[in-house]
């Protein structure tokens, strides 16, 4: 589970020391008197934020700050409790297996799993702030792990599918064991769980994380075949163990597996659109996109869409958030102008491990993949890793004209265009052209500031250009682009 950094708590003069711990993670089972353990926040100065049903289990942040320990429950929301306490009524015979009946005696459990009862139920990564991250279609099944105000905090999947529900917006179902809340092989103790074969036609899906479409997680990426464990159906929708949901159509070997897509539109032909790792601005770029490019969109909300890129035939695939006033569904699609280059290869690319390609053989081993020099493909977006600073080369996503999604790395300059984009931009100050993406590579000239050159390829450390039908690389930072 990915933690987030220590933040500061207030005095919390009232409560009593948490035993030492080392520092680092330390696991946590809940097992306190009642119905669970009391927990704050760095805010609350004192005062109870919540509690955490018996059977919840969590890593610690350690390092404690006024005896207390550090919980966090979503990306967004951090609490803090005395893990002491939390941990009272733990089994201390070490011949009790976890998860056996004389375990689940010893550790009783106060999670129960719910079912969504509004249409459109909120789930929010924070109680206070509400920060809507989904909407849950009737029927859907959640396990209740705390309460919080007005509020359960529920789970029903990963890490991102943690988060806050109204308690109106829930019925409770059944009571669950230590072990059927923590072990998924228990399947939540749910009767009527199947394990069933996905079929894409050959083309890897993405799935979101609601029945209703409307959700900003990243999404998961199921390949034609795989098994999946299916907790119930919602409407035309399957709920997944893993949290995800599916189309019931394909789970059908002879269901409409055909794919929607969303197509990207820049504010500019030369601009890329970001796509992130979670639906917020503040997150970095896992990568970048050009416009034209096709994406399938799994779930969106009004302002943000979870989208995945790859090859109809897969390959490598990148998947995240990006904003959706750049993206175009439908007819629309048709009249975006496209920012893809088309290119070739003036090497034979090598790789071992991966879609990704590069013109040296591995030192590590057999190559999996090679393809000639002269292979034509189209650069469809960048990886956003480029350090401006640094000379390293490009990494392009490209599609092969046979469906598949590669990454290739612009060693040497290797990617040679087939075509232009016919738009010119002006160089910010005094740059050097080179034969090559490198700052060790030869100099063809200096152009002066203000000098208009043709875009050919668009990357993020380096540009290839056209100038007086002589054609090389500039540094990227160095060109005004719209």
Not at 20 to 34: C, H, I, K, R, S
Not at 310 to 325: I, L, R
Not at 435 to 447: D, G, M, N, V, Y
Request: with cysteine.
């Amino acid at each position: 589970m990915i933690k987030r950094g220590m933040i500061l708590l207030l005095t919390l003069a009232l409560l009593v020391l948490a035993a030492p711990a080392q520092a680092g993670w330390n696991p946590l089972d809940v097992a306190a008197d009642g119905q669970g353990i009391a927990v704050y926040t760095s805010s609350s100065g004192g005062k109870q934020a919540g509690v955490l049903y018996n059977g919840y289990s969590d890593d610690l942040d350690l390092e404690p700050t006024n005896g207390l320990y550090s919980c966090t429950l979503t990306s967004e929301y951090t609490v803090w409790l005395n893990q002491s306490k939390a941990e009272k009524n733990q089994p201390k015979d070490e011949r009790i297996s976890w998860g056996s009946p004389e375990w689940d005696a010893l550790m009783p459990c106060n999670i129960f799993v719910a079912e969504v009862v509004q249409q459109d139920a909120s789930f929010y990564t924070t109680p206070g702030h509400k920060h809507l991250s989904a909407k849950h279609a009737v029927g859907t099944l959640v396990k209740v792990c705390g309460e919080f105000g007005s509020d359960y905090f529920v789970q029903y999947g990963g890490y991102q599918q943690t988060g806050f529900m109204p308690k109106s917006a829930l019925r409770k179902v059944q009571d669950i064991t230590y072990r059927q809340a923590n072990d998924n092989s228990a399947h939540w103790g749910l009767s009527g769980v199947q394990e069933m074969t996905v079929y894409t036609g050959g083309t890897p899906l993405a799935v979101g994380s609601s029945a209703t479409g409307y959700s900003d997680m990243k999404p998961a990426v199921i390949k034609d075949g795989k098994t999946v464990t299916v907790l119930k159906t919602v409407g035309d929708w399957a709920q997944l163990l893993d949290g995800y949901f599916i189309e019931t159509r394909f789970l059908s070997s002879d269901g409409d597996h055909s794919v929607t897509y969303a197509t990207v539109k820049t504010t500019g032909v030369l601009n890329r659109l970001n796509v992130r790792y979670s639906a917020s601005t503040d997150d970095p770029a896992e990568c970048k996109l050009c416009s034209g490019t096709r994406v399938q969109v799994p779930a969106h909300t009004d302002e943000w869409a979870s989208v995945f890129v790859t090859g109809e035939k897969g390959g490598e695939n990148w998947t995240g958030s990006a904003q959706m006033q750049y993206l175009v569904f439908g007819d629309k699609a048709d009249q975006v102008k496209s920012g893809c280059v088309r290119v070739r290869t003036t090497k034979t690319l090598y790789s071992s491990y991966s879609r990704s390609m590069r013109p040296e053989p591995s030192k590590y081993g057999k190559d999996e993949i090679t393809l000639p020099a002269g292979t034509e493909m189209t650069v469809i977006g960048v990886h956003s890793g480029y350090d401006v600073n640094m000379d390293d080369s490009d990494a392009f996503l490209c599609l092969l004209d046979d469906g598949t999604a590669m990454t290739v790395f612009n060693y040497g300059g290797i990617l040679e265009p087939l075509d232009s984009l016919g738009i010119t931009v002006k160089t910010a100050s005094s740059v050097r052209m080179r034969e090559c993406p490198s700052k060790e590579a030869k100099s063809i000239r200096t152009l002066d500031a203000g000098t208009k050159v043709e875009v050919l390829l668009r990357g993020e450390g380096w540009t290839m250009v056209k100038y007086k039908n002589q054609t090389g690389y500039v540094m990227s930072r160095y060109l005004q682009f719209p």
